[in-house]
């Protein structure tokens, strides 16, 4: 789309009525938005490093792709936009063939232990860096897109050695970026940098940045994580999918007279994606941000192929099949013989009570009220 062009003003334009000057006024002003990306400023700070700087708090609005429907299959077919990721193909020394029966939900022996899974494209499995105990910066080089999960990955390359890693991308990182891990410990140039002293404020500010990963005592309180550790040794085991993260709720801390706070405790108190309170170890790692693909649960897949083409097969009601094939199948019509509802081996498949473990249920506490049935039962039978 041309943009249109400015025109001069002339003698018998003053002479035209008030709407004709409002039309051309109109016509002036740009109607696409070509230009709105170069006015957006760079998240990571004002020195237009990219990548480098504390990660923005405005959250942009990204829209899902939809399609004409040209055929039955794109009608509803919504898909998130992810223009940045990488076009090629992985780095093949970071990725492990898919191939055995492990596509097909089958065990060791050839018995299927996950229902419902067959069949999908050929995949490369994906080598990620959980750990991350490599120190020192490493360039982001491009931003990919993982068959084995549903975040974004990145292929890192350390600056020092040339080596490279996938770790899990944060929302918003993008080629270029620069990103650190001080799981190894403060390096001496930032010590320097604060004087020989560490100060907590200057430590955060300088370190918990987008996409860098910290021991959980250098991440100050209500900091946004993803990639969470549980041990001290251990690599990330929590909110490592899209859009997913965890916020630190409190630390064990001591405040000394000149008002710096030092951690005193063992473990740091995180708040899971789903509600959970948890301990966690005050070494266990974290990387600063939120998973990506946020609008990985919006997504619609438009047709059952596209199902099987992800290793999903398709998934039967037990109402509708036979009897013996299903504990609600059978009989006639929409019936599953007035039986409560139980997976195809019989157990109880709805939550609550009846599927509680029987451990968790206080069987032994007897109340006042049982204790008087009892009497009268014995009376009774006296």
Not at 140 to 166: C, F, M, W
Not at 338 to 367: D, E, H, L
Request: glycine share 12%; proline share 7%.
């Amino acid at each position: 789309m041309l943009q249109p062009r400015l025109r001069p003003l002339v003698a018998g334009v003053a002479s035209l009525p008030s709407l004709c000057q409002r039309a051309l006024q109109l016509s002036s002003i740009r109607r696409y938005s070509a230009g709105l990306q170069s006015e957006v400023k760079n998240a990571s700070g004002d020195d237009g490093t990219a990548g480098f700087g504390p990660p923005s708090t405005q959250i942009e609005p990204v829209k899902m792709r939809t399609y004409k429907p040209r055929t039955p299959g794109l009608r509803h077919l919504k898909r998130p936009i992810n223009d940045h990721l990488w076009k090629g193909r992985p780095y093949l020394p970071l990725t492990i063939p898919k191939k055995g029966h492990g596509k097909g939900g089958r065990n060791h022996s050839g018995q299927i232990t996950i229902r419902h899974r067959g069949g999908g494209h050929k995949r490369r499995l994906r080598t990620l860096d959980f750990k991350r105990w490599t120190p020192g910066p490493h360039t982001v080089e491009r931003i990919e897109y993982d068959p084995g999960r549903s975040a974004h990955i990145a292929l890192l390359t350390e600056q020092a050695t040339g080596n490279k890693s996938y770790i899990v991308a944060p929302e918003g990182m993008r080629a270029g970026d620069v990103v650190q891990s001080y799981r190894a410990g403060i390096p001496q140039d930032l010590l320097d940098s604060m004087g020989g002293v560490i100060d907590p404020g200057i430590l955060a500010a300088k370190t918990a940045w987008r996409g860098n990963c910290l021991p959980m005592h250098m991440i100050p309180v209500g900091t946004v994580v993803y990639n969470v550790g549980s041990r001290a040794d251990g690599g990330a085991v929590f909110c490592r999918s899209a859009g997913t993260y965890a916020t630190i709720i409190s630390k064990e801390e001591e405040t000394r007279d000149d008002g710096t706070k030092v951690m005193t405790g063992k473990h740091v108190i995180v708040r899971l994606q789903s509600g959970e309170i948890r301990k966690v170890s005050k070494d266990a790692c974290a990387t600063v941000g939120v998973a990506s693909n946020i609008m990985h649960q919006y997504r619609q897949l438009g047709k059952a192929g596209r199902s099987r083409w992800l290793n999903i097969r398709p998934t039967v009601r037990g109402l509708a099949m036979n009897a013996f094939e299903h504990p609600h199948g059978g009989g006639r019509g929409k019936s599953k013989g007035n039986r409560n509802p139980v997976s195809p081996w019989g157990q109880p498949s709805k939550g609550g009570f009846k599927t509680r473990k029987t451990n968790n249920i206080n069987k032994w506490v007897v109340t006042p009220r049982v204790r008087n049935m009892g009497k009268r039962r014995d009376k009774n039978t006296a």
